[in-house]
């Protein structure tokens, strides 16, 4: 369900048909239900998703596309608010959300009232809807690829929601109170942050926990296909590895491999396994450090009995490192659901929404005699500081997000958001058989006067280029970012790009040009 809002001189909105002569009125909005129910209190993306989407707005062609999110909680769920005739895609944050929901799920799996929210959502893929998950978003929408061997890997299976045919791989290691395996990557220390670049940032865009790997990208999917180079910094939490059976009914495509090395063969990335050896006098202590948290910041975080068992002490470090078995295993993955309706599916074993940091390595608390997971078990050293590298690193991954969400909406493939800036040329049909055709672009919308610069470089043979070339000015929003364009320098092979420019009564902000072509054409004319 693509709602398309018109605005017309009475102010009202209404549900239209989209139509030629109606184009340049319309929006073309993206319903996006965010779960918002924190069944855990140790935090998650769900605000950073928000900011990051909604009221978003980019125009491609003269099509203008928007973002509304709306926050869903499982009230929602079982009164039947989560469908298509409101919503169009899912997103099912991390953390205390995704893993919470997985835990809490799979613990009253028996009852009626989880059956029904579990169908709500369910029937919502099931029609069509989209469904975006990260991290532990992805593991409640599948199950485990083996029998983890733990009660808690068995209560994440239970509380699978099940619309998926994808397994989760999460390394060799345990999954439990007494052997925390993978979680172990969770368990930092919370480091001192370094705010000097960022002074209105909250606790949860800093967050030091996990590692920024570099992914190795697939290039053959609607979502990385305009992203030109071969690996990714994404920031990963210990979330899981996603496996496509061989009998799938479903259509799947991998789309990110986590790196060709081993996380846990690093020196700058191992961890060792920590057991818990306190007890029944180490979870006593965990009340009492609980409630001293609950004490200090006015609520439970995370509250019972959670809560408790983050605050136990004590935690042993053994000989063991963490075994992961990850590289080359899928950590981004599309699905569509097998049916007439075709309802699409992201699975992300990681966290694109959080900030990504270069250098540095782990190192591990010092084992004493009351060590805990909520204090932390690593911290993170010699990281390149914040204000030191030309990428943002606080949205750096963040049109990951988008543009798996305009996926899972449906989207035209070439409508996706852009990439490396605010503009890119639209794909679009890669011959040509005559020199003049119409190119789009595809800008983000903001305030101010905005025009779109078309720039390009030929090639005779494709491989020797010239250099770029400005081509046009779209100064033009009101009809939308296009060229014609009438291929200069005659038959041969051409690639193009775009840059934005925002004009203020004060100065201009000019786009950086991107680190290589939006799209090329061969052109031979008959």
């Known amino acids: 369900m693509l709602s398309i809002l018109f605005i017309p001189s009475l102010g009202l909105s209404c549900e239209l048909i989209i139509s030629d002569d109606m184009i340049n009125k319309d929006i073309i909005e993206i319903n996006v239900a965010i779960m918002y129910d924190d069944k855990l209190g140790w935090g998650c993306g769900k605000l950073v998703f928000t900011e990051m989407l909604n009221d978003y707005e980019w125009t491609v062609g003269n099509k203008t596309y928007r973002f509304h999110t709306t926050p869903i909680y499982d009230k929602d769920v079982l009164k039947g608010k989560l469908n298509t005739d409101t919503f169009d895609v899912l997103l099912m944050p991390g953390g205390g959300v995704g893993d919470g929901q997985s835990l809490v ?6 009852t009626p009232r989880t059956k029904k929210w579990k ?153 060792h396994e920590w057991r818990f050896t306190g007890g029944f006098l180490g979870i006593i202590k965990g009340w009492f450090r609980c409630r001293k948290v609950i004490l200090e910041y006015g609520k439970e975080l995370p509250p019972k009995p959670f809560g408790i068992a983050m605050c136990s002490g004590d935690w042993k470090k053994t000989n063991s490192l963490v075994e992961l078995n990850f590289s080359n295993k899928p950590g981004i993955l599309t699905e569509i659901y097998p049916n007439s309706n075709e309802g699409r599916i992201v699975l992300n074993g990681l966290h ?41 690193e606080f949205t750096y991954t963040w049109w990951i997000v988008r543009r798996s969400i305009a996926w899972a909406a449906k989207l035209p493939d070439n409508a996706l958001p852009p990439i490396y800036g605010p503009s890119q040329v639209c794909d679009f049909e890669k011959n040509k058989d005559t020199h003049e055709f119409t190119i789009e672009g595809n800008s983000e919308i903001t305030s101010g006067l905005v025009t779109l610069d078309l720039y390009y470089r030929y090639s005779s043979d494709n491989k020797h280029w010239s250099d770029w070339t400005f081509y046009d000015t779209d100064d033009s929003i009101t009809d939308g970012f296009c060229w014609d364009f009438d291929a200069p320098t005659g038959d041969g092979h051409y690639e193009f790009y775009s840059i934005r420019k925002v004009h203020s009564s004060s100065h201009t902000e ?17």
Request: aromatic share 12%.
């Open 105 to 110: 799920k799979g613990l009253s799996y028996f």
């Open 119 to 271: 169908e709500g959502i369910n029937k919502f893929v099931e029609d069509g809807g989209g469904y975006s998950g990260y991290c532990g978003g992805t593991m409640i929408a599948t199950e485990f690829l083996k029998d983890s061997g733990s009660l808690i890997g068995r209560v994440y299976d239970r509380g699978s929601l099940g619309f998926s045919e994808v397994k989760m791989y999460a390394g060799e290691g345990g999954q439990g109170f007494q052997n925390v395996g993978i979680g172990m990557y969770i368990c930092d220390n919370h480091t001192p942050k370094n705010l000097d670049k960022v002074e209105n940032m909250k606790k949860w865009e800093l967050e030091e926990s996990g590692i920024p790997l570099d992914m190795q990208i697939l290039h053959d999917n609607a979502i990385f296909d305009d992203y030109l180079e071969d690996t990714c910094r994404v920031r990963w939490v210990g979330g899981a590895a996603l496996i496509a059976p061989d009998n799938c009914k479903s259509e799947t495509k991998a789309c990110a491999l986590y790196p060709e090395w081993e996380i846990s063969d690093n020196e700058s990335t191992r961890l």
């Open 352 to 392: 694109p929404e959080y900030p990504v940091w270069f250098g540095g390595r782990i190192i591990e608390t010092e084992d004493h005699e009351d060590n805990n997971l909520l204090e932390g078990l690593f911290r993170w050293e010699d990281r390149v500081p914040w204000d030191q590298t030309p990428e943002d």
């Open 510 to 526: 000019i786009e950086k040009a991107p680190p290589g072509p939006d799209a090329r054409v061969f052109v031979e004319s008959e």
